[in-house]
């Protein structure tokens, strides 16, 4: 398969104990649930907990993960006892005949990124941008090696290395 990558840039901690949230954009929802599975496989692993939310499409991603921020749920010092250490996206956008692909494409990664970099929230993105049906079948499946796993393993090393940031400032 094209773009299959390494995996060498995941966790290098077994055990984490991260609160994950999961976004997932469930307008193809055989893909999303395959993402998912791979995703949850690798939290499972690392020994993290995780909440779903689902949303009808990839546009609506963002705006989940800012509602998150704004009502404190990645704030480490809120009263709350489920404060998540990060995100995970998972979406698919399937290329049409129109100009829509483009404008969803842009947007929903262009404003996950703004939030993420913004707010200081550990993201892995697996928003599939892709022209068929069976891409997107392609890049979903593996379980823990496909799309979804990859996207939980980027997460979980941006928390560990922010982790390790907050740990060489105290």
Known sequence: MAGTGSG??????TELGAHVLIIEGRFYEAIADEMAAGAIAVLTKHGCTYERV???GALEIPQVLMAAVETGRFDPLSDGENVFDGAIAIGCVV???TFHFEIVC????????????HEGVAVGNAILTVDTMAQAEERAKGGADGKGGDAARACLRLIEIRRAFETETQ
């Not at 842009?106 to 970099?117: C, F, I, Q, R, S």
Request: hydrophobic fraction near 35%; charged fraction near 10%; charge should be negative.
């Open 95 to 97: 290329r049409g005949e």
């Open 8 to 13: 060498s840039g995941g966790p290098q901690s």
């Open 54 to 56: 689902g949303v009808p």
């Open 106 to 117: 842009n947007n929903a990664n262009h404003w996950l990124m703004e939030v993420a970099a």
